[in-house]
């Protein structure tokens, strides 16, 4: 299997905090990966700007730097890193002010694609758009890519919104969510509605309950700050793990197109039906033997904000109606992976005598560290003595699959940049998915907040707060075991 890569006109993409954590570690290890494959033309640049008073020269050797430390294999190749570099220019800007952008204005072309990634804190999306504007820099052809946070509440996410749409039409805001750009996300969509197999079985007949979980071995870190205003709950329910709970169920869009999926998705987020308080589990990590607790990490010793938390969801249609969607998310947790399991409801009667298990067909989409996809079903188990059945995995994983091939994949930011080039919005959210988002997770915070909740201790390294658990043993259920 040969990959195939789709090429992409000549384009100017400017990266406003380009020399943050972000860029240097995803953004263009990234695009020098692009670059090797024969996607990023001879034509393109890339235009660093920030505030940092550095020349073009120490630029580069910034991005050089950081290729060597985040790259892969693809750093040893000098030859090409000097080719790569040789395309990549950088003003010194003031956000806030307009200091560098006449100088901006004369590097960025007219006659070819203009897209500008807002690497930056949200405060900053404002001033950016409008100086664009008045510097007459973008136009009506340009596209801007917007980081999350898109706001902290439903009310903040529309003034965002409001702020973009004052200088730039929905159809060239590009709001990334990188869950989205992951091949094995993309290959759910796939599996679904090109393949007979499944789509008939995708439904409350068929499906006895669905597992979403998103797990982290690290703390928060250098994030507390941050994160301690924020909390599991805005910082990945409301997006990751409301974008995959929208792929697995959505319906068919009409065609693979933009708004019709987008459609199908705010479809989904519009029938979840409110949160049960009684269906919520939120935890706080404690300090393991060589690490800090949460409140030490985040510098608060009466923090109530939630590092993990726990929910049974429901969606109020015929084809999802009495399934239960389990989600769940944390750090300092005993493995780090990224899941998405469907288990099949049983046959409820077996023809085979003394077999009293219960066998279920369970279908697991593996996002990370390992991206593939498993099907577990029941054969008999081998040798001589009857009838007697086990469960075993049919394993796609995709390094496996797909062989040599599998490390040519892009990774998600890579996709999505490019993406953005050829003006494909499909992989990104539109304003109002991110207004019907918050506008059910508002509620949820609100309660917590009205009942002066305080989230449950849970150890470092194990697979959270108890509370959890019980969440689905109440329901005769178990989560599927933590693993990396």
Not at 94 to 103: C, E, F, I, P
Not at 136 to 160: H, Y
């Amino acid at each position: 299997m040969v990959s195939r890569v789709i090429p992409v006109d000549d384009f100017d993409l400017v990266i406003f905090g380009s020399t943050g954590d972000l860029a240097r570690r995803k953004i263009l290890p990234g695009l020098f990966r692009r670059f090797l494959s024969g996607q990023m033309p001879e034509g393109s640049r890339i235009i660093g700007a920030a505030r940092s008073d550095i020349d073009a020269d120490g630029y580069r050797e910034m991005i050089r730097d950081a290729i060597a430390e985040f790259g892969g294999a693809e750093k040893r190749n000098k030859k090409a890193l000097d080719a790569f570099l040789g395309q990549i220019e950088y003003v010194s800007i003031d956000a806030l002010g307009d200091g560098g952008w006449q100088a901006l204005a004369k590097l960025v072309r007219k006659d070819v694609i203009g897209a500008f990634y807002f690497s930056v804190a949200p405060s900053l999306f404002g001033a950016l758009a409008e100086r664009l504007q008045s510097h007459k820099i973008a136009d009506a052809n340009s596209r801007i890519v917007v980081e999350k946070p898109f706001g902290r509440d439903l009310g903040s996410a529309k003034e965002l919104n409001a702020t973009l749409a004052m200088h730039f039409d929905e159809c060239q805001i590009y709001r990334i969510d990188h869950y989205l750009g992951k091949e094995t996300v993309q290959n759910l969509m796939a599996v679904r509605f090109g393949n007979m197999l499944f789509e008939p079985l995708w439904n409350n007949h068929y499906v006895d309950h669905i597992q979403i979980t998103v797990a982290e071995t690290v703390g928060v870190g250098g994030r507390g700050g941050y994160y301690d205003k924020s909390g599991a709950m805005r910082d990945m329910v409301q997006n990751h793990l409301m974008q995959l709970l929208c792929l697995i169920a959505m319906e068919a869009p009409h065609q693979f197109d933009a708004d019709a999926v987008r459609d199908e998705k705010l479809k989904v987020i519009r029938a979840l039906q409110p949160l049960d308080p009684h269906h919520l589990v939120r935890g706080q990590y404690d300090a393991g033997p060589k690490t800090a607790s949460y409140r030490e990490d985040a510098e608060n010793p009466r923090s109530h904000t939630e590092s993990f938390i726990a929910m049974k969801a429901h969606i109020a249609n015929w084809r999802w109606a009495g399934v239960p969607f389990y989600l769940r998310t944390g750090k300092r947790l005993k493995a780090q992976t990224s899941e998405i399991v469907v288990v099949f409801k049983d046959l409820g009667h077996s023809i085979f005598e003394g077999d009293e298990k219960r066998h279920r067909n369970i279908l697991t989409i593996q996002l990370q560290p390992n991206e593939g996809m498993t099907l577990q079903v029941t054969i008999k188990e081998p040798g001589p003595g009857g009838m007697r059945l086990i469960d075993v995995p049919l394993d796609m994983t995709f390094a496996d699959a797909l062989g040599p091939d599998a490390e040519d994949v892009p990774d998600a930011y890579e996709r999505l940049i490019m993406d953005v080039i050829r003006g494909n919005q499909t992989l990104f959210m539109r304003g109002d998915e991110v207004e019907a988002a918050w506008a059910w997770t508002d509620p949820i915070i609100e309660g917590w907040q009205a009942r002066n909740d305080v989230p449950k201790h849970y150890d470092t390294g194990s697979a959270g707060p108890e509370d959890a658990m019980m969440l689905m043993h109440r329901d005769g259920r178990k989560w599927r075991e933590l693993k990396g």
